[in-house]
């Protein structure tokens, strides 16, 4: 077992580069399993998700060369239909898998996916699309694996198919996307998801000779092709690490300039911590984000893109800790995401529960109705200016790690991190880029 001590009080000044983007990097993996021929990913983050991933396409018969941040892959032959549950129960994104084994293969076995305990995250979406490619589809729920097969009559008599999402699904957009490219035939998807990483992924198939265009609003169409080629391809910097390095920077006092973080779409995040009186400075190559004095108190909502993303509310939440008078979030993507909270009230954090009154529930909630439960609560209010103290605690999941570690970046005296397999599922060398910038931060084993 592996913890981080973290002495804090520390302001934290210097330059930061990130890594690739973790959400973009992960799904070229299942991306190159759709061709025979080589494909290159360049500027990988080193994650332990990354590895996983990795794995599961050996595990599947695919050759894998990696050398610093960059990862050869080649998948001559799928070799297995059948994703194991040790394998999937660690990433949610290896039931992604079920698109190349479909389209090459014609058949899938994928356990029911694991990842972090941020709610129920059903995949209920992607089985809805898959099944109007014409994919049977059928969950047992004694072995807990979904198991797909091509009806291969009903793909020989499709030639268009138009799928529209009830709600707004990141993966179950990606996946239909990645499942619809060798299809023989045209898929236009309806409230498609719009997140940048989205497009990284369209950009990657697109050189590796798929036909996919944004053809409206919320609207992606796809034209199959019979095959893909290998190519190379560089990640952009991950938005997540973005955010949290800012928060870093404001939260110490401090002064960050993050390398190429102009390159990512942050219009929200900008807008709002301009918007509570913090310094940002937009530069050639880069952003700077500095402590200019006191900042203002916010009432924040998540949403999916345009809007603010769930992963950002955790370390904002600890930024509105330090903001004047009543700070408030509202968590409208994931039914149960504030794992933090006891935590971070552990620390001196002043903290409490409510629920909105919401007219119309459906519409406002992106999550299944149906997987909420009475005890959740979906908002915090938070008082402000609050002085953390040090004191031991415990990450339930990534994005609660990176939070955990600010607070302690900002508290007094010298907190204990425990559960750190968390925070490295999305964050290479973290408590080393930290230190570059003057933290007082080291891991150690137990």
């Known amino acids: ?45 080193l994650v332990s998700d990354f590895m996983v991933m990795l794995d599961i396409i050996r595990e599947l018969g695919g050759e894998v060369k990696i050398k610093d941040h960059e990862v050869r892959i080649r998948v001559r032959k799928l070799k297995k239909n059948k994703i194991t549950l040790d394998e999937a129960a660690k990433i949610r994104t290896s039931a992604m898998f079920m698109a190349p084994l479909l389209a090459r293969n014609g058949q899938a076995v994928i356990p029911n996916p694991g990842g972090c305990r941020i709610g129920a995250r059903p995949i209920d979406r992607t089985i809805k699309g898959i099944e109007a490619l014409g994919v049977i589809a059928k969950y047992n729920t004694k072995d807990g694996y979904f198991y797909l097969k091509i009806d291969k009559d ?46 990284e992924l369209i950009s990657l198939l697109v050189q590796m000779g798929a036909k996919i265009v944004r053809s409206g609003k919320r609207e992606i169409t796809i034209d199959g092709v019979s095959k893909l080629n290998g190519t190379t391809f560089v990640v952009g ?135 909420n439960n009475p005890d959740y609560f979906h908002a915090i209010k938070i008082i402000g200016p609050t002085k953390l103290h040090n004191a031991v605690v415990e990450i339930s999941d990534l994005r609660a790690g990176a939070t955990l570690v600010l607070a302690a970046l900002l508290a007094d005296g010298e907190s204990v991190v425990f559960g750190v397999e968390h925070l490295d599922r999305g964050y290479e060398k973290f408590e080393e880029r930290l230190s570059g910038l003057g933290a007082n931060i080291k891991r150690l084993k137990e």
């Open 154 to 199: 009903k793909e020989k008599k499709w030639k268009k198919v138009i799928h529209k999402f009830d709600k707004s699904t990141h993966t179950g957009t990606e996946t239909m996307i990645l499942a619809s490219v060798l299809f023989n035939g045209e898929v236009t998807l309806l409230n498609a998801a719009e997140e940048p990483e989205i497009d």
């Open 237 to 371: 910097p991950d938005r997540n690490e973005v955010v949290t390095f800012a928060i870093a920077g404001i939260l110490t006092k401090g002064d960050v300039f993050i390398e190429n973080a102009h390159k990512v779409d942050l219009g929200i995040f900008i807008d709002r911590m301009e918007e509570i009186g913090a310094g940002v400075e937009m530069k050639k190559n880069g952003i700077r984000f500095y402590y200019k004095g006191s900042f203002k108190n916010s009432d924040m909502e998540t949403s999916f893109y345009p809007g603010f993303m769930t992963d950002w509310q955790g370390p904002w939440a600890v930024l509105m800790t330090q903001a004047e008078g009543k700070s408030t979030i509202h968590e409208t993507v994931y039914e149960s995401r504030f794992g933090y909270v006891k935590e971070l009230k552990k620390m001196g954090a002043q903290i409490s529960f409510f629920d909105p009154v919401i007219k119309n529930p459906e519409e406002i909630y992106n999550f299944n109705l149906s997987d």
């Open 1 to 45: 077992m592996e913890k981080l001590i973290v002495n804090g009080g520390k302001a934290l000044k210097g330059n930061v580069v990130v890594s690739g983007a973790k959400n973009v990097a992960l799904k070229t993996l299942v991306a190159a399993c759709l061709t025979e021929e080589e494909v290159v990913i360049r500027n990988i983050p």
